[in-house]
């Protein structure tokens, strides 16, 4: 068994076309309970400016989302 508490990760990504501008970031933590199996969580936040047809324009969409996860290693966890 490795350390009881891991990070999954950190990132950013982002898209930007000739109208549209879309960007993330991602965070999330995990918690072996034993050797077989773990409890994770993670977040993300995104926002979004998207112009769409002439005179329409969808400006500043802003997501927030939580996940959590139950994992099982199946196999040889030494």
Do not use: C
């Amino acid at each position: 068994m490795t350390s009881p508490v891991g990070f999954i990760g950190l990132g950013a990504m982002g898209y930007t076309g000739d109208a549209n501008f879309i960007w993330s970031l991602i965070g999330g933590a995990k918690v072996d309970l034993n050797d077989r199996v773990y409890l994770g969580a993670r977040y993300t936040y995104s926002n979004t400016e998207i112009d769409g047809a002439p005179g329409v324009s969808i400006d500043d969409i802003d997501v927030h989302s939580i996940s959590g996860q139950i994992g099982i290693r199946f196999g040889n966890t030494e």
